[in-house]
């Protein structure tokens, strides 16, 4: 239960966010931004989401001292940065995220399945890489509108088109292994 409530803050944490700058002080905002980071720290035990639970009390502490909605803004920038180093890790130290993501379904993956899977965390790798740095850029340089559009719909739209494209992709590889 924890952590679902831990997701859906985290998913309308650019609406929540922009909805609040007209409204709030960011230093109350940064409230936000910490009990999300709080309640992600009390929803797991691995180290790597305590890190970033660590990372979004900072940012909330410099939104709240001084009362800046820019690291309010960078949340999603330490997201995609976090996401990326657990992938990164993956890969320099097997089995890759996406090749533990496809035991759960299948504990015994042919060789040709693990090369792909290896294939399809790098691909995840180079979409954090872009959309962190999409994050930041929002965050820097445009308008609360577009940042909170961008990292609250466009963002996640670009993830379920990555999820899409790899789903079609593995049906046709699946059936050309299977026929070859």
Same mark, same amino acid.
């Given at each position: 239960?924890?952590?679902?409530? +831990?997701? !859906? $803050?985290? =998913?309308?944490? &650019?609406?929540?966010?922009?909805?609040? /700058?007209? *409204?709030?002080?960011?230093?109350? %905002?940064?409230?936000?931004?910490a009990g999300l980071?709080?309640?992600?720290?009390?929803a797991t035990r691995?180290?790597?989401?305590?890190?970033?639970?660590?990372?979004?009390?900072?940012?909330?502490?410099?939104?709240?001292?001084?009362?800046?909605?820019?690291?309010?803004?960078?949340?999603?920038?330490?997201?995609?940065?976090?996401?990326?180093? +657990?992938? !990164? $890790?993956? =890969?320099?130290? &097997?089995?890759?995220?996406?090749?533990? /993501?496809? *035991?759960?379904?299948?504990?015994? %993956?042919?060789?040709?399945?693990?090369?792909?899977?290896?294939?399809?965390?790098?691909?995840?790798?180079?979409?954090?890489?872009?959309?962190?740095?999409?994050?930041?850029?929002?965050?820097?340089?445009?308008?609360?509108?577009?940042?909170?559009?961008?990292?609250?719909?466009?963002?996640?739209?670009?993830?379920?088109?990555?999820?899409?494209?790899?789903? !079609?992709?593995?049906?046709?590889?699946?059936?050309?292994?299977?026929?070859?």
């Amino acid at each position: 239960m924890r952590a679902a409530i +831990v997701t !859906l $803050l985290t =998913l309308a944490y &650019p609406l929540l966010v922009y909805l609040g /700058l007209g *409204r709030f002080e960011p230093r109350w %905002l940064a409230l936000l931004l910490a009990g999300l980071a709080l309640l992600r720290a009390l929803a797991t035990r691995e180290r790597v989401w305590l890190a970033a639970a660590a990372g979004a009390l900072l940012l909330a502490g410099v939104s709240a001292l001084g009362n800046a909605a820019l690291p309010l803004k960078l949340y999603p920038v330490l997201v995609n940065g976090v996401l990326l180093g +657990v992938f !990164l $890790l993956s =890969l320099s130290h &097997p089995p890759s995220m996406i090749e533990r /993501l496809a *035991r759960l379904r299948e504990p015994d %993956l042919p060789p040709e399945a693990v090369v792909y899977t290896r294939r399809v965390t790098q691909v995840w790798c180079g979409f954090f890489v872009l959309n962190g740095s999409m994050a930041l850029y929002t965050a820097l340089w445009a308008s609360d509108a577009l940042w909170a559009l961008y990292n609250g719909l466009i963002a996640y739209g670009l993830m379920g088109v990555l999820f899409l494209g790899e789903w !079609l992709v593995r049906g046709r590889v699946r059936a050309r292994t299977a026929h070859g």
